[in-house]
């Protein structure tokens, strides 16, 4: 197999617990509350471990853990675990939208998060590190509240390429879909959302497991460009290509 994904493997993907995390855990009971912070937060950000992220959010949300209260870093951080397809954050992410876009004040504070935020951009890390990133790979774009709410709740056996273990929605995401005042043309809007997402994942999942030649043949499977989709075809390759995930996980 070709290993096209090594060199950015560390800041794209979360398949295990990196060094960085391994060691922040090690030295909990003998670095300071400033030295766990700057070593999770490595681990959140340069190792993109989501697990990580997703803690870090919860305390930048609730001001808890030893950090003063700061919602743009706990959006900054559930965004970075729900695109790693973290069902937590994904929810918790919704549910933060929901909350700040409740009161003036407090929209303000989202609004100007989501117009200052600069997502990782992946062909400049690209550039840098001489490999090429497809078009297809996830570029960090913002997804609506409704959207994160439905890639939160969908089911885990169909989420088996996400870089996230954490596939389980908590049990208020039902209630929230249920719920959700959105007009059926707006919701419609919302699923395309999500399925788009999905298949960059799925896209992005295969890029770095599969060698070149048989990604390509996997994508032309799964997505045709003609858009002369053949079912059976493309069911055989989402097989073969769990298959083979399936064995990539197991030799880690």
């Known amino acids: 197999m070709q290993m096209k994904w090594l060199g950015l493997i560390s800041i794209l ?5 990196n060094a960085a995390c391994q060691m922040a855990e090690m030295m909990q009971e003998i670095s300071t509350p400033e030295q766990q912070l700057m070593l999770y937060e490595n681990c959140a950000v340069n190792q993109n471990d989501d697990e990580t992220q997703s803690m870090l959010a919860k305390q930048y949300a609730t001001g808890t853990g030893g ?6 870093r706990a959006l900054y951080y559930y965004q970075l675990s729900a695109e790693n397809g973290n069902a937590e954050s994904q929810a ?17 504070l989202l609004t100007t998060y989501l117009k200052t935020i600069r997502a990782v951009d ?4 690209a550039t840098m590190q001489g490999k090429t990133i497809p078009p297809e790979v996830f570029k960090g774009e913002l997804v609506h509240p409704y959207a994160l709410l439905l890639l939160a709740s969908e089911s885990e056996d169909n989420k088996w390429f996400y870089p996230s273990k954490v ?9 929230l879909l249920k719920n959700y005042q959105l007009d059926e043309e707006k919701k419609k809007k919302q699923m395309q ?3 788009a997402w999905k298949r960059r ?19 032309r499977a799964v997505y045709p460009t003609d858009g002369n989709l053949d079912v059976v075809k493309r069911s055989e390759a989402l097989a073969k290509f769990q298959q083979h995930y399936a064995e990539y996980e197991k030799g880690k």
């Open 122 to 125: 992946l062909q400049e890390l």
């Open 13 to 17: 993907w979360s398949f295990s617990v």
């Open 167 to 175: 596939r389980k929605a908590p049990n208020y995401v039902e209630k």
């Open 67 to 72: 950090v003063k209260k700061d919602l743009n």
């Open 193 to 195: 959302v999500a399925s």
């Open 92 to 108: 918790q992410l919704a549910r933060l939208y929901m909350e700040l876009d409740r009161s003036p004040a407090t929209r303000k």
């Open 201 to 219: 994942k799925l896209l992005e999942s295969a890029y770095y497991v599969l060698p070149d030649d048989e990604y390509e043949v996997f994508k």
